[in-house]
C-alpha cells in the first residue's frame, strides 16, 4: 500500500497540471533557481458600440401600368378632308330624317362645287347606316355588341377633325346655317347661309335653301395660340399690276378686295398649306375679263383652285376702255404655319421629294400638337414603293423625352399619309435632316 500511494498522488498532480495548461506536444520546462515572470495581463475587450436599429420604411407602391393609347384608325379619305355632320333642326323648325338627309346631301354639292374637300357625303351615309346596325364597314365589317351614334362614328374614324355642322334655325328669319366646329389646335372658322326662308314648313323650301348655302364670313380663332393667328380670310388679293392702255383708270383702282367672299372656298381646306397663285388676265374694250390663268409651283396647289380664283375674277366689270388692256395679280393662300420645324437634304437628286415633304402640313401639325422646348436635330427616314407611296417612316436621334416622343410618333403616323411622286430611280429608303428650333 505504502509503495503505491506515492505513484497515486504523482497520477493525481499530473492530470490536475495537465487540465489548466493548454494541450501541447511539447512539455513545460521550468528551470531552477529561475524566476518566472507573470504574463502580461491580457486587456479587456473594448466595449462594442451597438447601432441603433434602422426604421422600417415602406416601399412606395409602384404605379400600375398606364392604360393603352388609342390607336388612329387610317382610313381611305383624305387627312384634310372635313367631315358634313347630319343636319339639325332647330326648336321652331320640324323636319323628318329623310328630309335632313336631303339637305345634308345637297350641302355637300355646293361646299364640293366651292372646292372645299369633304369625306363624301354617300360615304358618312354608308358608314353611319351600317354603325347603326353595329357593324364598321372600314374594318372588315367588323361587328359591334351596341350599335354607334353618327358622333361616336367620327370619334372613331375622324377625331380632332374639323366637321361641317348645319342647322336650319328660325330667330328674326329662318335659314340654313353651316359653319366649321373647330377643335382647339385648328386655326380657321368659316360659315355658310342660305337665303332666307319664307315657308319655313315646308321641307322643298328647306331643299332650295340648302342648294343656296353661300359663304358669310371668314374669322380666326387663336387656337390656344398654338397656330398664332390664323388667316383672314383664306384668299387676299395683293395690288394688280395693270400693262396697256390703262389710262386713266389703273386696275388698282378697282376694288379687288370685295372678291374675298367669293374666293372663300377656293382655299385650300388645311390651314396650315399657304401659297400663292399668280393670275394673268385680259380685258376687252367693254370691260369684261375675257382669259385669265393662274399657276403656282407649290406641290399641293390645286387646277381647280386656281379656276375657283379666275372664276371670281371673271365676275369683275371694268370701265370700257382701249382694247388690249392686261393685267396681273397676286393671290395669296394664306397659311404656312410651323416655320420652327424643317427637313433638310440628305440624298442629292431628292429635292423635289424632301420639299413635298416640307410643304405638307405634317410638321407643323405635329409640332403644333407636341410642342418642344428646346432644339431637336435628327433623322426621318422613309421606305417608299415604286409608286411613291410611303409604307414605313423611322425618326431617328434623342427621342427620350414626352415631348419629342410625341412629335416623333406624330410624324409617322402624318408622314405616311403625304402623297409623293414615283419614288426617285434607284431610291427606295428616302432620308432627310430633320432640325427643330424650338418653341
Not at 398664332?228 to 384668299?235: E, F, K, L, R
Not at 399657276?295 to 386656281?306: E, F, M, N, P, T
Not at 380664283?309 to 395669296?332: K, M, Q
Request: proline share 13%.
Amino acid at each position: 500500500m505504502r509503495g503505491r500511494l506515492p505513484c497515486l498522488l504523482a497520477m493525481v498532480v499530473m492530470t490536475t497540471c495537465r487540465a489548466g495548461e493548454p494541450r501541447s506536444r511539447t512539455p513545460t520546462v521550468v528551470e531552477p533557481n529561475v524566476a518566472v515572470e507573470a504574463p502580461a495581463p491580457v486587456p479587456a475587450p473594448a466595449p462594442v458600440a451597438l447601432e441603433p436599429t434602422p426604421e422600417l420604411v415602406a416601399e412606395p407602391v409602384p404605379e400600375p401600368t398606364p392604360p393603352p393609347v388609342v390607336v388612329p384608325i387610317i382610313t381611305p379619305f383624305s387627312p384634310g378632308a372635313l367631315v358634313l355632320s347630319p343636319v339639325n333642326d332647330g326648336s321652331m323648325v320640324v323636319l323628318f330624317p329623310d328630309e335632313r338627309a336631303e339637305m345634308r346631301r345637297r350641302v355637300g354639292k355646293v361646299l364640293v362645287g366651292q372646292r372645299v374637300e369633304l369625306v363624301p357625303v354617300a360615304e358618312s351615309e354608308r358608314i353611319e347606316a351600317a354603325a347603326a346596325e353595329g357593324r364598321l364597314v372600314l374594318e372588315g365589317d367588323q361587328r359591334c355588341r351596341a350599335p354607334l351614334t353618327p358622333a361616336e362614328v367620327t370619334a372613331r374614324y375622324f377625331p380632332g377633325r374639323p366637321t361641317f355642322e348645319a342647322r336650319a334655325e328660325c330667330f328674326e328669319d329662318c335659314r340654313l346655317l353651316v359653319s366649321v366646329n373647330d377643335p382647339p389646335h385648328f386655326a380657321d372658322s368659316r360659315a355658310w347661309e342660305s337665303p332666307k326662308v319664307s315657308r319655313p314648313h315646308d321641307p322643298k323650301a328647306w331643299f332650295e335653301a340648302a342648294s343656296r348655302v353661300q359663304p358669310t364670313q371668314s374669322f380666326g380663332v387663336g387656337g390656344l395660340g398654338l397656330f398664332g393667328t390664323s388667316h383672314a380670310p383664306p384668299v387676299r388679293f395683293n395690288p394688280p399690276v395693270g400693262i396697256g392702255p390703262w389710262e386713266p383708270l389703273q386696275p388698282d383702282e378697282v376694288p379687288f378686295a370685295a372678291l374675298e367672299g367669293n374666293v372663300a372656298g377656293c382655299a385650300h381646306p388645311d390651314p396650315l398649306v399657304g401659297f400663292s397663285w399668280q393670275l394673268r388676265a385680259s380685258v376687252d374694250r367693254s370691260g369684261r375679263v375675257t382669259r385669265c390663268t393662274a399657276a403656282s409651283d407649290h406641290s399641293l396647289a390645286q387646277a381647280s383652285a386656281g379656276e375657283c380664283i379666275c372664276d371670281a375674277v371673271e365676275t369683275i366689270a371694268f370701265p370700257a376702255g382701249a382694247a388690249g388692256r392686261r393685267f396681273r395679280v397676286e393671290a395669296v393662300d394664306d397659311g404656312g404655319f410651323g416655320g420652327n420645324v424643317r427637313l433638310e437634304l440628305v440624298q442629292p437628286g431628292t429635292e423635289t421629294w424632301v420639299t413635298r415633304l416640307q410643304e405638307a402640313p405634317a410638321l407643323a401639325r405635329c409640332l403644333a400638337a407636341s410642342p418642344l422646348p428646346g432644339m431637336l436635330a435628327a433623322w426621318v427616314i422613309l421606305r417608299l414603293a415604286p409608286d411613291g407611296a410611303i409604307e414605313d417612316v423611322r425618326v431617328e436621334g434623342e427621342i427620350t423625352t414626352p415631348a419629342t416622343i410625341g412629335f416623333a410618333s406624330c410624324l409617322v403616323r402624318e408622314l405616311r399619309l403625304v402623297p409623293l411622286p414615283c419614288r426617285p430611280p434607284g431610291v427606295d429608303t428616302l432620308h432627310a435632316s430633320l432640325i427643330v428650333n424650338g418653341p
